[in-house]
């Protein structure tokens, strides 16, 4: 079965400063992976999607994340933080083909700083 | 996409009472999931709805606390039932649309219990 991981509860960044928050799923290959967003107090917004199309993804509001298959990660990074980044992000796996079941991460709040 | 609303946004309730939670879609779709997020934790799977057929449940979900109603392909109903505080959570729909398994979510109904 698939699983995700997300390393780090709580990260912060300085404001312009570069964002970084790790994924790493089990090591069957998904065929499927998505970033979301939390807004407080909203529902999730999807940022991303790796369909296999292309290791390098690029996502809404300046978001990409990068498929690496040897180190079994989808880590999502942002050039420059934003004040309006600040949310809780979501890692999740599909659970295979023709599912729409996903396995979620544990969330990484991000906090950034003035 | 989708666009996803949720009914009601936030309610407060006493223990012993049930409340329905109602999920509407702009469009029309197969597959809907409820999750439940408890206060500072990522999203589990409560259940799938599809429509025609009766909501398959994840394991630690029964369908006596949480009955699901999909009448037509574009609505579905969640009741959260007998409540306790432990039920205080959010509640989220989501869709499954796309070619590539995405989710799209609803802005969720945050639920306290007293």
């Known amino acids: 079965a698939q699983s995700v991981t997300q390393l780090g509860s709580h990260v912060s960044v300085s404001e312009g400063a570069l964002v970084l928050l790790r994924c790493n799923y089990s090591?069957?290959?998904?065929?499927?992976l998505f970033w979301y967003v939390q807004y407080p107090n909203k529902g999730l917004q999807l940022l991303l999607k790796y369909t296999s199309a292309a290791t390098l993804v690029k996502g809404i509001n300046g978001f990409e994340a990068e498929f690496k298959k040897s180190e079994t990660s989808f880590h999502l990074t942002k050039p420059s933080a934003h004040m309006s980044d600040a949310a809780e992000y979501f890692c999740?796996?599909?659970?295979?083909?023709?599912?729409?079941?996903?396995?979620f991460g544990t969330g990484t709040r991000l906090k950034v700083l003035a | 996409s989708a666009v996803i609303s949720q009914k009601p946004s936030r309610d407060i309730c006493q223990r012993g009472t049930s409340l329905t939670i109602q999920c509407q879609v702009d469009?029309?779709?197969?597959?809907m999931f409820w999750y439940r997020q408890q206060p500072g934790q990522s999203l589990t799977l409560i259940a799938t709805a599809n429509q025609g057929s009766e909501a398959t449940y994840e394991s630690g979900f029964v369908i006596d606390k949480f009955p699901i109603s999909r009448p037509n392909l574009t609505f579905s109903t969640l009741t959260v039932s007998n409540m306790s505080p432990e039920d205080s959570s959010i509640y989220l729909c989501s869709v499954g649309t796309g070619g590539a398994n995405e989710q799209f979510f609803g802005p969720g109904t945050r639920l306290t219990v007293l």
């Open positions: 999740a796996v599909s659970e295979g083909r023709g599912t729409y079941k996903y396995i």
């Open positions: 469009s029309q779709v197969t597959m």
């Open positions: 090591s069957s290959v998904p065929p499927y």
